[in-house]
């Protein structure tokens, strides 16, 4: 079997569930829009900006790795920085191959200058559309669907998770919390998760990044998560044999989503090396496993980029790209008949192809 190379894997379809708007910035794109309100940066070129992102981000720790996003966020709080961010975000994905994305942003984070949470909404809203439809016309056809995140420290998940109910027909297709999550568990946002349940609304939570098993499980048995942000350490409860405990053999059973994303991991410590990454153990095991960027920016990467690393470590071809191409479209918050023609019009066609 040949190896897929990097370019062959950006030409094929992909798809994307976890992935952080104010996490994927342009480095150029930061250095313009910093320069236009005075922030200062730490670097002064776009190649000088991209590297510090990823040496800050390199930190071994979550925490650390979230203060990065000061600078991101600290740009993005105006109507005119959001849609730019987002019809960029948009438009890379798409030169990258990916057909159909679910990015996500913190609204409660881009207040500083006045806008209001749905003016926050619109104005992301508004850059996706513009951003897939340009690549569209460009032949690279995307879908890009958006995911509200509140941040799980603050205390504006009940009015988050009703503004993601309030846009669900318009581009918003699910809830999402995020932020450090030892000392933050998902139980203190309860009341949000019970609102979308009963509001028949779809939602990921991140959990098992940089705290354990019981994060993972009040995320399933007590909030309700169709899916799992990260998710990684689950294999916490997988043992050296390959026997699972009762709470791997639910999530297995239960088919839930694992977005795990590699680079991300190995920066704040969730993982070892990319060698080491458990989706090896965990695609073994075929848990319903994807394969995510996360944060671009932080990490220096593209999905195609986190494909031929795996490609590289642990020696997989097309069937397994297609299969995590697969199932991701198959976890996906859109409706299951556009997910299907997805599916069965895009993705298989083009793996087809690319395996005869
Ligand atoms: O991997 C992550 N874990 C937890 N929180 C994260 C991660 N990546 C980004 N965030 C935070 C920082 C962003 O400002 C926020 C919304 O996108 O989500
Ligand atoms: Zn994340």
Redesign the pocket.
Known sequence: MVAPTYDEIRRAPKALLHD????GLRPATILDLAAGIGHELPAATPEGLGEWFVAAADSGS?ERY?ET?AHT?AVMQTREALVRVARECALDLAADGVVYAEV???PE?HLAQGLVLTEVVEAVLDGFREGAAEAAAAGTPIRVGTLL?A?RHAARSMEIAELSVQYRDAGVVGFDI??A?AGYPPTRHLDAFEYLQRENSHFTI?AG?AFGLPSIWQAIQWCGADRL??GVRIVDDIAADNSLGRLAAYVRDKRIPLEL?PS?NVQ?GAAASIREHPIGLLRDLRFRVTVNT??RLMSGTSMSREMALLVEAFGYGWSELQWFTVNAMKSAFIPFDERLALINDVIKPAYAKLMS
């Open positions: 952080h708007l104010d996490g979550l979230l996003f966020v996500r942003f913190a984070q995140t941040m995020a932020g999550e991140h990044e942000g990260h994303c991300s704040t996360d944060n």
